[in-house]
């Protein structure tokens, strides 16, 4: 197999370069803020990998504080430079092994996630290929559901955003709540209204409520507003309250966590019974090698996976998960991967389906539309 630049399979193009940037771009909410059931926020802040050899660049990232792009200079760079470009699942380990001692979960996993889908976005277009060609693609395209409905979203903004998705024909909708339990009905009533009874509802509590609160809600939100998912009723550190609401919640309510899955045993735990459905992040629980790591663990226990936002990554790499779900397209994410980047997908079909002519994750840098947000690194 020859790539597009003349890589052969079998052949070593050694990594030559590793550069870091990050960008900070502030939050449409109200009054520049956003909110949800445990945080608020004003801002979200990427940062970006390139990574050269033979001729290409491979791109990737994760969504993080701006001291993960240090981080991914002093401990991850001078580990990756010189790897063979055709084996990112090697480079993935040195990755990991080296940073033992410096942390592994947490920011340490979010590092090598950006990394890691930088290599492999660098082996595909050595390849000349598109990543879900050179992945074992099970699918080519991703199912999506529509995620924003920030707690602070006066109504109309709330129900217009939701309806907006399931008039572009995604047929699944997600909505924040738990912040203000005593105002959720009012919202989701002005939701379900806006979307019609035909599209699916979900819910995200964002770990917010307690046990006993969380199955009170789970039976409401199911009954009142017909709520397919609740995501994170509790906090996914509780596995054995999630798994309480999966084994006493009503029947046609799902439970789903794993979003905060950083190394493969985290997800072990969930897969034990805790959820209906299990989350994966790409920019968090070690990129693309992360991903299909997770997607077996979840195929080994019947278990369905659902992509947690970054979009412009997930396209792809769940592509190559076995029991895909779907993918969250979340508001904030699909803002800051359409200032960056040249190349993003936008729903069709109420999916996501990567171009088979674009090599790689088929993303080009803005980098003069980016450059106005820059906290770290400089402008090639």
């Known amino acids: 197999m020859t790539g597009a630049n003349g890589a052969k399979a079998g052949s070593v193009v050694p990594v030559e370069d590793v550069r870091v940037h990050a960008f900070t771009v502030p939050t449409d909410g109200p009054d520049g803020v956003e909110e949800d059931g445990t945080l608020r926020w004003d801002s979200t802040t990427m940062v ?23 981080f991914i200079e002093s401990k991850l760079a001078s580990i990756v430079r010189e790897r063979d470009a055709l084996a990112p699942a090697a480079a993935w380990h040195a990755m990991f092994a080296a ?15 950006a990394v890691d889908a930088a290599l492999w976005d660098l082996k595909a277009r050595l390849l000349g290929l598109p990543l879900y060609r050179v992945l074992p693609a099970f ?9 924003g409905g920030f707690t602070n979203y006066p109504l109309d903004r709330l129900a217009g955003q939701l309806a907006d998705w399931v008039e572009r024909g995604i047929p699944r909708v997600k909505l924040k709540v738990a912040r203000e339990p005593g105002r959720d009905p009012e919202r989701l009533t002005a939701v379900r209204d806006a979307i019609g009874p035909g599209a699916e509802l979900y819910a995200d509590a964002n770990g917010a409520l307690t046990r006993k609160d969380a199955l ?13 998912w609740l995501e994170e009723p509790v906090s996914s550190d509780d596995v054995a309250g999630l798994r309480l609401l999966r084994d006493r919640g009503p029947g046609g309510l799902e439970i789903a966590a794993g979003e905060y899955g950083f190394l493969l045993g985290d997800f072990t735990g969930l897969l034990d019974g805790a959820v209906d459905c299990l989350q994966a992040d790409v920019t968090r629980c070690g990129g693309v090698t992360g991903v299909l790591q ?7 226990h ?15 790499a769940f592509c190559g998960v076995e029991r895909l779900r779907h993918l ?13 980047f040249d190349g993003t997908l936008s729903p069709a079909g109420g999916a996501l389906r990567p171009a088979p002519d674009r090599p790689g994750f088929g993303l080009a840098v803005k980098w003069a539309d980016a450059e106005p947000y820059r906290v770290h690194g400089a402008r090639p």
């Open 294 to 300: 997770v997607a077996g663990l979840a195929a080994a």
């Open 139 to 147: 699918h080519d395209e991703v199912p999506v559901y529509g995620s």
């Open 216 to 228: 009170y809600w789970a039976h409401r939100l199911a009954e009142e507003w017909d709520v397919r």
């Open 302 to 316: 019947r278990v369905d996976l659902s992509a947690h936002c970054a979009p412009a990554l997930s396209a792809q």
């Open 48 to 70: 970006l990998v390139e990574a050269d050899a033979g001729g290409r660049t491979g791109v990737g990232y994760t969504y993080g504080d701006v001291s993960l792009a240090a």
């Open 99 to 113: 940073i033992r001692n410096a942390g592994r979960p947490g920011p340490g996993a979010m590092a090598v996630s």
């Open 328 to 340: 969250e397209y979340f508001h904030d994410h699909v803002r800051v991967e359409d200032i960056v």
